[in-house]
């Protein structure tokens, strides 16, 4: 899936996570994370971004996380969110959201 | 005989209540993709309910998903987002009819059969909010061996019909409609939401009028109304006691082979035998009432 605008999904209530994606400079993909619960969870949060990301087939483009205790699978979702209103996507295939 | 007296609604793009509502261990947990969230974020509620329903703790209570009408732009993608996910029931908003449930019944069955899902294994709701649905309700409650129960959902009806909430009066018949339908049809029935989270008092007075008709329960808006339903909807202690003589009387007359048995000169059959079962049932589920 291929970002070609800038989007937003979430929002930075607590137990919730805030993503900003845009297409980037067009080398690559940068993630960058930044949470309350850096210390303990980071390298979890970043692993469930970019794993969320090559489920959807993201090789480009940046994304920017700001997270507020959020769970797993509300992480997912909002990465997944802001991935389709990026990629303007129409359709959703749920095999590559599971 | 599955335990429905609390539905807790949770709007479907709220991810810290989706995150913890479990917790409150209402009987019913529905995701709201409806009312509860705006059309901007209908997207985002679609996957983020999509993504909570596969948490391992919604593996342990019943979860609905409300979806959007069939009729508009949103109906379909909740529709796929909710069976594929693996949500126990879907919750029809707006049925006015038969037709209605038919629909949703052949689309469900069409995505089970494309992402691999048992066919059958999701169960529907119809929820009734029109004067044509209330005319029509045993018609909806006898539209799919699907449907685990129907909704009277109270605040569309009474625009409808052209009034407004008041002492209940202006419910009467259709939730009398709705009751007995969901009873023809050998399914449940739940009540409107109560929606004045400080009226303790008015609510409990509704789910005492509400338990006295005979619906299973109510559709909630808030966790702390979980346990006053709850506790509203358990028996006495006297009630306990004498259900666990009925029961007590039943099997021992089974075991010597009678049709009908008797306790203290009153006689025990088939229904007196079901409601004992039901009042020993809440009391398992939330103890005595206090």
Known sequence: MKIVKEALAGTLESSDLLVKVSPGSGTGLEVVVSSEVMQQFGHQIDHVVRDTLARLGVTAGLVVVEDKGALDCAIRARV??????????QTIDWSALS | MKLRRSMLFLPGANAAMLSTAFVYKPDSIMFDLEDAVSLREKDSARILVFNALQLPVYREIETVVRINPLNTPFGLPDLE???????????????????????LEREVERIERACGREVGS?????????????INALAIAKAS??????ALAGFDYVMDMQTERGDGTELFYARCAVLHAARAAKIDAFDV??????????FLKEVDLIKRLGFNGKSLINPRQIELLHNAYAPTEEEVEYAGRVVAAAAEGERKGLGVVSLNGKMIDGPVIDHARRVLQRAEASGTRK
């Open chain 1, 80 to 89: 997944q969110t802001a991935v389709m209103r990026g990629a303007e996507a």
């Open chain 2, 81 to 103: 987002a909710a069976v594929r996910a693996g949500v126990d029931v879907v919750r029809l908003p707006k049925t006015d009819g038969a037709e209605d449930v038919e629909l």
């Open chain 2, 122 to 134: 999701t169960r529907l709701m119809a929820a009734i909010e029109s004067a044509s649905g209330v």
């Open chain 2, 145 to 150: 061996p699907r449907l685990i129960g129907i």
């Open chain 2, 193 to 202: 939401v109560w929606s004045d989270l400080n009226d303790e008092a008015g």
